[in-house]
């Protein structure tokens, strides 16, 4: 009989062990579609050629409903000391092989991401919690990015300029820093890797990247991907290293002198932390942080633009995106009339399961994040701001809240002046255009900025040194959905990081001025005598 008792008290655990994997959705026939990613109920979360991770076990969950999906065993600090080390062997591999050569395994990184782009824009939808549209349109843009990386694999340098001296050639020299660590945040957990990544590839760097914890499951997804393109052309896995965890990691990258850059996206509140960090080493950082960003609406403009324009800029994602429009500013002829057009379009918003292709529009991230969004409302309310739709919980599972337009509220009280990562809209009056470019720029932040209007005059204002002091500057266009072959990124406390495409390659890359002499003279600059 003792011997009974021992046996089935040693099956408990097995037997709990196996209820808890069973509740997990990876588990279940509907989610089957999980397991084309390579995902299973514990995935590992560092990669450096090979798969591993002695740290913490992590469980990410559903913000639709909050159901857990699987866990990743996240990286231990040695974990990260050995990556950085095999990342940087990898370096000397990856930085010997000429560029466009580079170019054509980042070409197949993106074909291999098109061959999953709905599997994965459907990770990103039930991890994340955007709706499968702009799922699929995440992983779009990394397919995007990578066919932009190609062509720019074959241009990349610098010019020759004129020398003063005779038989003397000056030229541009441009190398790879060398390894680079990209640190992403959950609201998109694919892309920002793809637009660090991919050009920094080309370049002939190495990566080391650390997603956000709480969607740790896509880093794995997406890794897994790229390790076999890799893999599959003969080069180290390394060269894309992967190490999944919480600050102990963000903070190990900032602080280590073989991190030539780090890329860092997140909040102004760490960002600044980690900028520190890496100054205090006279490191190099990318920084894309915050963003409190305005549409500003004159008189002239044509509504038909405008409501689905502020709709999309301010509901897309539920709020989630840095390029959100959190103000909105109205010319006071029209400020009621907008107001009631919006409020209309709002009610028409379709609210559900991120990955029904009705949805328009899902949940909050977090638990964590619909509480930020109770306490916004109420300090509107305090400060006198008047709650015009939503400004609830929507009862049902998940992290669900009412999208919100709030009326009322002076262009600088401080509840406008915070950035909420939330569906909360302010809506304020102007009567001038000086006054209100001055209110678009007098926030910390400075990421995006759109103006409605059909006059020229206004527009080139607007654009020009007295306009917006923003890194994307539109005219009838909405703040969010940049396109990859600009420039992406912001001023003041959004950072001063460039991402994606125009010349942002150059961060990524360090530049040597070169003088050649090919004479036999030894003339010197500024015409100096020296004998």
């Not at 932390?273 to 990318?286: H, T």
């Amino acid at each position: 009989m003792l011997g009974l008792r021992r046996a089935v008290a040693a099956l408990r655990p097995a037997v709990a062990s196996a209820a808890a994997m069973s509740t997990l959705l990876v588990s279940q026939p509907r989610y089957a579609w999980l397991r084309e990613l390579g995902l299973q109920e514990e995935n590992s979360g560092v990669y450096n050629g090979l798969w591993g991770g002695g740290g913490q076990v992590v469980t990410t969950y559903c913000p639709a409903t909050n159901e857990p999906i699987a866990s990743v065993r996240q990286a231990s600090l040695e974990d990260y000391e050995e990556t950085v080390n095999k990342a940087k062997e990898a370096w000397k591999v990856w930085a010997d092989i000429p560029a466009p050569k580079r170019g054509e395994i980042v070409r197949q990184i993106g074909d291999a991401l098109r061959q999953k782009i709905k599997v994965l824009g459907s990770l990103v939808s039930l991890e994340m919690g955007k709706i499968f549209v702009e799922g699929v349109g995440e992983v779009q843009e990394y397919v995007d990015v990578c066919d932009y990386a190609v062509g720019l694999s074959r241009m990349i340098g610098g010019p020759i300029l004129p020398s003063e001296r005779p038989g003397h050639a000056l030229i541009e020299q441009w190398n790879p820093v060398g390894l680079v660590g990209i640190i992403t945040a959950f609201n998109f957990p694919v892309a920002v890797y793809g637009w660090n990544s991919a050009i920094a590839m080309i370049c002939g760097n190495a990566c080391l990247w650390k997603g956000a914890p709480t969607t740790s499951l896509t880093s794995v997804a997406v890794t897994k991907i790229i390790a076999k393109v890799l893999e599959d052309n003969r080069v180290p896995g390394a060269i894309c290293s992967l190490v999944c965890g919480g600050a102990d990691i963000g903070t190990a990258m900032a602080r280590d002198e073989r991190m030539d850059l780090l890329s860092f996206t997140g909040s102004t509140k760490v960002g600044k932390q980690v900028a520190l960090m890496v100054q205090e080493r006279f490191g190099r950082s990318l920084l894309e942080l915050g963003g409190n960003n305005a549409i500003i609406v004159f008189e002239d403009a044509d509504l038909n633009l405008v409501i689905p324009s502020a709709l999309f800029a301010a509901v897309g994602t539920a709020g989630q995106r840095c390029t959100t429009a959190r103000r909105l500013f109205l010319h006071e002829s029209i400020h009621d009339e907008v107001v009631a057009k919006l409020a209309q379009a709002y009610a028409q918003v379709r609210i559900g399961d991120p990955w029904d292709p009705d949805t328009l529009y899902g949940p909050l991230h977090t638990k964590e994040a619909v509480k930020m969004f109770l306490d916004a409302v109420e300090r509107a309310k305090q400060q006198g701001g008047s709650v015009v739709y939503g400004g609830k919980v929507i009862n049902r599972p998940g992290n669900y809240v009412e999208p919100t337009i709030v009326t009322g509220l002076p262009h600088n009280a401080p509840i406008v002046h915070t950035e909420t990562f939330a569906p909360i809209l302010y809506v304020l009056k102007f009567k001038e255009e000086e006054e209100v470019f001055a209110w678009n720029n007098e926030v910390k932040q400075g990421l995006s900025s759109s103006i409605f209007t059909k006059d020229l005059g206004r527009i080139f204002r607007w654009l020009g040194p007295k306009g917006s002091d923003c890194g994307i500057v539109n005219v009838n266009i909405p703040t969010s959905g940049a396109e990859i072959g600009g420039a992406f990124g912001g001023e003041k406390h959004t950072g001063g990081g460039r991402e994606s495409g125009s010349d942002s390659w150059k961060l990524y890359m360090r530049r040597s001025t070169c003088t050649i002499n090919y004479s036999k003279d030894l003339p010197l600059a500024q015409g100096i005598k020296f004998q």
